[in-house]
């Protein structure tokens, strides 16, 4: 049925197909001359070729990985060894590749392991370059020729070879981004010997081959076949390269490599991560511009230091920060009317603990299901009945004796204990009790407060039972609790939960809630 | 010029995997020679024969049997057809035999039908061959990645030596493995085995005068020619080429890892003067030289290495499992201790932590988990003491206090 060969679409019509899929009455006039395009040109880089010194200021710190790569590729028609670049994520080794190209003007065609996530889907992206064939509604999407296993492939691609290659003896490169994350397919092993040694199988000496991986080549070792690949390795960013690579493109270079001459050092010892350090120098920049009127000037030395004094304190903070991109700053804004009482986000702080505030939002009751699930994980079970007496208060007779030297002990190795197995599961009757408990508490505690910052109040008993199932769905789906596998005889199944002190504590700020008074503490 | 084209030159015969053993045709001894006997006296005897090849990857197996094939065809245009199966690619019974079928069909100009089943297929195949023994041709059947196919009931060998011994044909099996076959199977093989081993130095020494001397009646000028050679000739007899030569046999005596190296040398060409030093030699070398983990080591950020220190004093402290949390603990210890400016909070530490995972420096305990968040997951170093210790060193930012605390340790 629809599973034949469909067979490729001369290249002039390429030119009308997006206008036969619009409603357009008439066809137009194609773009392309009347003789098709010599093929292999299609598959030439998008944007008109650089020259290598372009190439090379382009990507500061990379001289040596490029020159490699190039005489590695070697002349136009030359055949070449399969090629391996790898280094660590973010070296720039897909950027470098694809801007080596540019600048050789060949042919190639590309296909990333992580957006062709199956092996049909990566045959299938190749040949379809190959073939030139473009996706489209009309056909469902579909490719050009369905291809599932590796020696259907191997076919298809000599077949499509011979039809370009008969053109001119041109080279065509394959390139292979992302080969390590192959390693976690079904049958991988089966796949990566065949990418490895498609060089081998097919004997084609038109087709070069070039596997990007962020994986050493000694995790393909048993399975790369009898021509192992030439490999270039890309190292990690040293200082001086990051500083040329932040000060390409900036309106104003003097500014920003006074900026960067504060801020590089102390966040290099972190990580060396390029775009890491981006999301993290791009608050941090706006901010070291705040007290400047005009962005334009040049600053001399006394405003460098005016302008590094005032920026100082909010380095300590954003270095203690996991360089996640903040939410946009207007969303204070938008804190309205819903009975949800959404915490503020990471407020411009000086000094100390930047992220005090929870950054998303939450209902009540979630919060408060979120911490029952907490203190149930941490505290053993034998506790309860002493912390959450009925009248829900914690109970004050918490350490009346004086330990012992042995008890000390006994309770470090037990902290040992719960440092290693972590969290602990409870099951789901005292997840509910505890919660019972604290917003029974709770509710006291609320109605003498007074709310007043616009914010409804929450009436009468925080929730019901079945409310409170509903949010734990929801906590699960979010990963703040896990459901492990239940027993039969036991009954419902248990829970663990997966949340860290500092957000429960947060948490436990946000809804003005005693949590330390809670936990069981060594 | 001239560069460019002794250049492109050299490129495509490292290339090709025929010219680079056609070096060895020559010599009686060689396993070309035993192999091209041992088919065409099955051919013109017209008996039935399997042969299996072995040796280490990159040997050079399937180029000499292509060799010896190509000649073979030259030599006897119509007798010979030749059947090509891949262990990798066609390992299932079914996908090897319309395979088979396709490749009888393409040989002898039929229609190949994609729709028929493997009974319908094997029957062909036994019509076939039974055709082709009438008619004075001899089949061969060359088999790669031998060991792939003998997995499994291997009913596709089984079915394959069975016809041959039943039927009146002539057929050359050409495998490439070892002792993994079924003893049905390995009764109907009569054992004749061609060893592949790694070639001895003066063999060497010819194979790459061979690859890398230009021939004399080529386009080049002749000048250009005879200077290239006798320089190339110097840097042979030169000691230092001798030793990288060993060492990097030393390692992996194939042919296709010293392909590898003269590929890498040969690319370096200086292309003003286009002639080969031993300086590209000498960084081809290099090349093949590298460290992944040292390397990795080096790149790392300061707070990686502290991670990576505190979990090699766990291990010293024979901790048998550890996880995030006890590395945190160690880390805020050693920081109270020696009030360090690298103190960071648990989030960006989990941040390093996972940069490391990724490094595979190191690595989980468990390889499923049971979904355990990733603080309390066990993990272990995968880097020896020795390396972290000589990473340490090399790395240029590494903080003194690092290196003292790593003393301290392993030399107490």
């Known amino acids: ?91 720039g080794k897909t950027s470098t590749v694809l801007q080596v190209f540019r600048h050789l003007n060949r042919p190639f065609v590309y296909a990333s392991c992580r957006s062709c996530h199956s092996p049909r889907i990566l045959f299938e992206t190749v040949l379809n370059q190959l073939l030139l064939y473009n996706r489209n509604k009309r056909d469902g999407y579909s490719s050009t020729k369905r291809c599932e296993r590796p020696s259907e492939f191997v076919d298809l691609l000599r077949d499509a070879l011979r039809k370009l290659g008969s053109k001119e003896t041109s080279m065509i490169y394959l390139v292979f981004d992302n080969v390590e994350l192959i390693r976690g397919w079904i049958r991988s092993s089966g796949i990566i010997s065949l990418l ?107 405003m460098k230091r005016r302008l590094f004094v005032y920026l100082q304190p909010h380095l300590a903070a954003s270095l203690n920060e996991t360089f996640s991109i903040p939410l946009k700053d207007s969303f204070e804004a938008n804190k309205e009317g819903v009975s949800t009482k959404t915490g503020s986000i990471r407020k411009k702080c000086g000094g100390k603990d930047a992220s005090a505030e929870l950054d998303f939002h939450m209902s009540v009751s979630a919060k408060y299901l979120l911490l029952s699930a907490f203190l149930a994980s941490r505290n053993p079970a034998t506790l309860d009945a002493a912390l959450f007496d009925s009248t829900g208060g914690s109970s004050s007779r918490k350490r009346k004796r004086k330990s012992s030297q042995t008890s000390i002990d006994n309770m470090d190795d037990k902290a040992e204990e719960m440092l290693i197995k972590g969290p602990g599961s409870f099951p789901l009757e005292r997840l509910l009790a505890i919660f019972q408990c604290i917003t029974s508490l709770s509710e006291d505690a609320l109605e003498e407060e007074q709310i007043g910052d616009g914010v409804t109040t929450i009436n009468g008993r925080i929730s019901l039972m079945s ?51 809670y936990m069981y503490r060594r | 010029m001239a560069a460019e084209k002794s250049l492109a030159l050299f490129r495509s015969r490292l290339c090709d995997t025929r010219f680079v053993h056609s070096a060895f045709k020559s010599s009686p001894e060689s396993n070309y020679s035993k192999l091209k006997f041992l088919i065409s006296t099955s051919i013109s005897e017209g008996c039935n024969n399997s042969v299996l090849l072995l040796g280490p990857r990159g040997s050079g197996k399937a180029a000499v049997v292509d060799l010896v094939l190509e000649d073979l065809k030259m ?98 099996v050409i495998g490439d493995a070892d002792q993994l076959l079924e003893k049905r199977v390995r009764s109907r093989f009569s054992h004749r085995k061609i060893l592949f081993i790694p070639p001895p130095a003066e063999d060497i020494q010819r194979l790459i005068e061979h690859l890398l001397y230009l021939p004399r009646e080529s386009s080049f000028s002749p000048k250009y020619v005879s200077e290239f050679n006798s320089r190339l000739s110097n840097i042979f007899s030169d000691k230092k080429f001798k030793e990288i030569l060993n060492s990097l046999l030393d390692v992996d005596g194939t042919i296709s890892n010293l392909l590898r190296f ?10 003003d003067s ?47 499992s550890y996880n995030f949390t006890s590395i945190m603990k160690e880390y805020k210890a050693i920081h109270d201790a020696y009030k360090t400016s690298d103190n960071y909070a648990n989030m960006v530490c989990l941040r390093a932590f996972e940069h490391l995972l990724d490094r595979e420096l190191i690595s989980f305990t468990d390889s499923k988990g049971w979904n355990q968040p990733i603080e309390f997951r066990p993990v272990k170093l995968l880097i020896s003491a020795h390396e972290l210790y000589h990473g340490l060193k090399s790395n240029s930012a590494c903080p003194a206090i690092l290196q003292k605390l790593f003393d301290h340790e392993s030399y107490k």
Do not use: W
């Open chain 1, 1 to 91: 049925m629809g599973n034949e060969e469909k067979t490729p679409q001369a290249t002039p019509k390429r030119a009308t197909r997006s206008s036969s899929s619009s409603l357009a009455t008439s066809p137009n006039p194609s773009i392309h001359p009347q003789t098709p395009p010599s093929l292999p040109d299609h598959l030439l880089f998008p944007q008109p070729p650089i020259s290598l010194s372009q190439l090379l200021s382009n990507l500061p710190g990379r001289k040596p990985q490029i020159l490699d790569i190039v005489r590695l590729i070697g002349p136009r028609n030359s055949p070449m060894l399969p090629l391996l670049l790898y280094g660590r994520a973010s070296t």
């Open chain 1, 196 to 302: 490895f040694r498609l060089f081998d199988i097919l004997k084609i000496p038109e087709l070069g081959l070039i596997y990007v991986s962020s994986a050493t080549p000694d995790a393909y070792y048993s399975m790369t076949g009898s021509i192992e690949p030439n490999s270039v390795y890309f190292p990690d960013y040293t200082a001086d390269d990051l500083h040329s690579i932040f000060m390409r493109n900036q309106e104003n270079p003097k500014l920003y490599s006074s900026f960067l001459s504060v801020v590089l050092k102390p966040f290099v010892r972190v990580t060396r991560r390029v775009d890491e350090l981006a999301t993290a120098f791009e608050p941090l920049f706006r901010k070291y511009c705040e007290p400047l009127t005009d962005l334009k000037l040049v600053p001399d030395e006394i």
């Open chain 1, 467 to 517: 409310d409170a199932l509903l949010q734990l769905s929801t906590l699960c789906n979010a990963n703040f609790l896990h459901k492990s596998g239940s027993c039969p005889l036991e009954g419902s199944g248990r829970y663990r939960s997966t949340v860290d002190e500092d957000l429960a504590f947060k948490v436990a700020r946000s809804i003005n809630f005693p949590l330390s008074k």
């Open chain 2, 75 to 172: 030599e006897h245009p119509d007798a010979i057809s030749v059947i090509r199966l891949n262990g990798l690619l066609h390992s299932d019974d079914n996908s090897a035999l319309k395979e088979i079928a396709r490749q009888l069909c393409l040989e002898n100009q039929l229609l190949f039908s994609k729709m028929a089943s493997s009974d319908d297929n094997s029957q062909f195949m036994i019509d076939m061959l039974r055709e082709c023994g009438l008619a004075h041709k001899g089949v061969i059947f060359v088999l790669d990645e031998f060991d792939l196919f003998t997995q499994g009931k291997q009913r596709l060998l089984y079915s394959l030596l069975d016809a041959l011994q039943t039927l009146t044909s002539q057929a050359v």
């Open chain 2, 262 to 271: 003269l590929f890498r040398a040969v690319s370096c060409i200086d292309m």
């Open chain 2, 274 to 320: 286009g002639f080969l030093s031993l300086e590209n030699f000498k960084s081809a070398h290099l090349c093949t030289q590298r460290q992944p983990k040292i390397d990795a080591l080096q790149g790392a950020s300061i707070l990686e290495l502290y991670i990576l220190v505190c979990m090699e004093r766990l291990e010293f402290k024979e901790k048998n």
